[in-house]
């Protein structure tokens, strides 16, 4: 690839360079220069998963990250994940291809609107879930992934309030499969997630009659295909509510030929590779995040160029967020979150 490749910024990202063979090994290349890791969320576009070294869910890759040798971590993400990267692993430079990869659910509350939560709730527990800023998870007691959830909420004593952000469909799957009263939820949401409703899912199950439910807690359609199953539309085998990272393990597992997918719709590149046999198909074919979507040839090519952008916490901010993160990491099952 030419040294003087050049790309364009755009406000949907960078855009002007094509994922050829050439840009791939352009970008192996200056990885190896800079001395940095290339990790990919599974809801990137397929080519920055394939350049990847690691690709995998927020926490799993946050964990290579602090665990990798390399100086350098460049996140394919968006950025509370590379935030994340950054607290597990503060002696690293942490970059990621576009600081404006944002992510709806993460702005859903605001460390002051936590703050002011809190001072309503003197002396409950603060839960919250990865997709958080590093400010949120500084003012957290235990944060929890999709897959311990539920476990991090049992493990604290059953007369402590709980403060539950900021997704509200993981929290309404916590509060059901928990029965605790005492759980107050805050009302955020993924725009992504929300937009697969269960009347669509009702419809695509019943027209793939023989096909599996892979469903990620986040999605608006979770608590519907739990009623599906209960009330015998949809039999209860078929239903299953993972994370991102256990939808790969169930996937080569499970024996169905056919398999509905409702999370972002990057997810069916992983789990097709990891399954060639099952005919994968998105709940919503829509289910697109743009902030993922920004990480882009272009993006990823002008980041290892330029050292840019890079991710910084201030460490204070990091210090109390890491303890929240380490107490999840101790509880139950952690797996991956998104
Ligand atoms: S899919 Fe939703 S939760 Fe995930 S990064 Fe995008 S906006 Fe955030």
Partial sequence: MAATATWERTDAGYTGVEPTADWAREVRRLADERDAVLLAHNYQLPEIQDVAHHTGDSLALSRIAANSSASTIVFCGVHFMAETAKILGPEKTVLIPDARAGCSLADSITADELRAWKAEH???????????????????????????????????????DVLF??????????????????????AGECHVHAGINGPELADRAA?????????????????SALYLAGEGIVAKERVKILSTGDMLTAAKETGARSVLVATEVGMLHQLRRAAPEIDFRAVNDRASCRYMKMITPAALLRCLR?????????????????????????????????
Wanted: glycine content about 8%; aromatic content about 4%; overall charge negative.
């Fill in 122 to 160: 003197p002396g409950a527990v603060v839960v919250s879930y990865v997709n958080t800023t590093a400010e949120v998870k500084a003012e957290t007691d235990i944060c929890c992934t999709s897959s311990n959830a539920v476990d991090v909420v049992r493990s604290i004593p059953a007369d402590r």
């Fill in 165 to 186: 952000c900021p997704d509200q469909f993981l929290g309404a799957h916590v509060k059901r499969e928990t029965g605790r009263e005492n759980l107050h939820i805050w």
């Fill in 207 to 223: 027209a793939n009659p023989d096909a599996d439910l892979f469903i990620h807690p986040e999605c608006g359609c979770a608590t």
């Fill in 306 to 338: 330029e050292g840019a952008d890079e991710v910084h916490v201030p460490a204070d901010v990091a210090d109390r967020a890491r303890a929240s993160v380490e107490r999840m990491i101790a509880i139950g099952k952690p797996g991956g979150g998104e």
